[in-house]
Nanobody, 121 residues
């Protein structure tokens, strides 16, 4: 069974940085797109950034220049480097990945459990 586990969230002051990690485990054949989403109470989950297996990236317009997504294909791990954090970046951050496993003939979307990021002013 495929699992995504996030880590790296926490409390940081405005202007600070955090690096989130998302480790995929299980009988993984291939990981296609990996992405980070965030959600605050009462709002829809929104895309933060995504990266393809080839390294092409896509960012929410409002976050370009402050956040950087990357991945280590050898480790089945994705990362989100967040710099110059603002209080409005406070949210639960979720990792998402499209993965095909050895037990399936198709790719499926998987989600991590979420990690809280709190930015104090």
């Amino acid at each position: 069974q495929v699992q995504l586990v996030e880590s790296g969230g926490g409390l940081v002051q405005a202007g600070g940085s955090l690096r989130l990690s998302c480790a995929a485990s299980g009988r993984i054949f291939s990981i296609y797109t990996m992405g980070w989403y965030r959600q605050t109470p009462g709002k829809q989950r929104e895309l933060v950034a995504a990266i393809t297996s080839g390294g092409s990236t896509n960012y929410a317009d409002s976050l370009k220049g402050r956040f950087t997504i990357s991945r280590d294909n050898a480790k089945n791990t994705g990362y989100l480097q967040m710099n110059s954090l603002k209080p409005e970046d406070t949210a639960v951050y979720y990792c998402n990945a499209r993965i095909s496993s050895y037990s399936d003939n198709y790719a499926s979307d998987y989600w991590g459990q979420g990690t809280q990021v709190t930015v104090s002013s």
